[in-house]
């Protein structure tokens, strides 16, 4: 009898440990974008050639499920004019890219043609906030 209690109280932990505080599935990144004033036309130019192509591979790679760009109405100077919306697979999936952002950065160092989008991106826009949404 003391054993049939020892093994359903060690039954009762095992089930406990598979239930998970989250569910699983897509999670997509929200970024709030401030473009600066005259600045609009070079930033759409940015997201539709370099921020573009950059998705289109990770979304080829698998590192992300979609992606989305929304124009937002900003009231006053504090609120987003654009909102960017990346789709990932799940949680993990966020740990994947940051990994692979580190290893390009340590494999191919500093180079322009990283840096220029970049670059491109701080002189037409500003970086608000950002968000994580389970779907």
Known sequence: MLIGLVLSAFTAIANGQDVKP???GPVTQISYIKVKPGRFDD???FLDTTYKSL???N???????GYAVYSA?????????????VTYANMAA????DRQK??????????VSRARPRLIEVRCAMYLAASLFEN
């Open 55 to 57: 998705l289109e591979a």
């Open 73 to 85: 109405e900003a009231r006053n100077p504090q609120e987003p004019d654009l909102i960017l919306a």
């Open 102 to 111: 580190r290893s390009q950065r340590k494999s191919s160092g500093p180079t």
């Open 22 to 24: 989250y569910k699983e």
């Open 43 to 45: 930033y759409m130019k």
């Open 59 to 65: 979304k080829k790679a698998g590192l992300i499920t």
């Open 94 to 97: 966020l740990d994947r890219t």
